[in-house]
């Protein structure tokens, strides 16, 4: 099974701070089809994962551009410029190059 | 719009079977794959498998190999999963969420089950 480790596993930032969480892999995610499957979810308290990026760097839609993605091979990593208080909760990076398998989370909390 | 409307929580005892559903709605059901994740409290999330419901093709984390199957009604849109021979391991919440080329784009609510006796 492919392994994501993520960095730092608890992040404390403050309204308006850009943060970084990285996340690194076992093996490289680049598929034979070219693509890197390589995506971000956030989960809130209490709901289900949502989306924010997809193959690295692709916004999902509605997600605000203060979020960014990027990385390739075996390292990535997704940026926040400028967090504001619904970006709490905790970030997954998760791959589908290989079955997939998640990272094991970075908790977003105010400092 | 999409919508994973997932049934409600389960409490079974051990030894038991439980069949959770999702029922998709505002798309396709039969376009995309549906896959099943397992999160336990506290942790992380862990791919079970997936399931094309055009064909029924299906395809397991070897974890879960004889503890959950995958199926899909195409009349109502809806896919199930089913778990054996609970143990208190089982104890999770189990999310559906659609995938269309490898990307997990919604998610149902999320289902707990709670495994006692």
């Known amino acids: 099974d492919v392994v994501l480790t993520q960095t730092p596993p608890t992040l404390s930032a403050t309204i308006g701070q850009s943060v970084s969480i990285s996340c690194r892999s076992s093996?490289?995610?680049?598929?034979?089809?070219?693509?890197?499957?390589l995506n971000w979810l956030l989960q809130r308290p209490g709901q289900p994962p949502q989306l924010l990026i997809y193959l690295v760097s692709r916004l999902e839609s509605g997600v605000p551009n203060r979020f960014s993605g990027s990385g390739s091979g075996t390292d990535f990593t997704l940026k926040i410029s400028g967090v504001e208080a619904e970006d709490l909760g905790v970030y997954y990076c998760?791959?589908?190059?290989?079955?997939?398998?998640f990272g094991g989370g970075t908790k977003l909390e105010l400092k | 719009q999409v919508q994973l409307q997932q049934s409600g929580a389960e409490l079974v005892k051990p030894g038991s079977s439980v069949k959770i559903s999702c029922k998709a709605s505002g798309y396709t059901f039969t376009s995309y794959d549906m896959h099943w994740i397992k999160q336990q409290p506290g942790n992380g999330l862990e791919w079970i498998g997936w399931?094309?419901?055009?064909?029924?093709?299906?395809k397991y984390n070897q974890k879960f190999n004889g503890k959950a199957t995958l199926t899909a009604d195409k009349s109502s849109s809806t896919a199930y999963m089913q778990l054996s021979s609970l143990t208190s391991e089982d104890s999770a919440v189990y999310f559906c969420a659609r995938s269309l080329r490898r990307v997990f784009d919604y998610w149902g609510q999320g289902v707990m089950v709670t495994v006692s006796s």
């Open positions: 093996q490289s995610l680049l598929h034979s089809n070219g693509n890197t499957y």
């Open positions: 998760v791959q589908s190059t290989h079955a997939p398998t």
């Open positions: 399931i094309y419901p055009g064909n029924g093709n299906t």
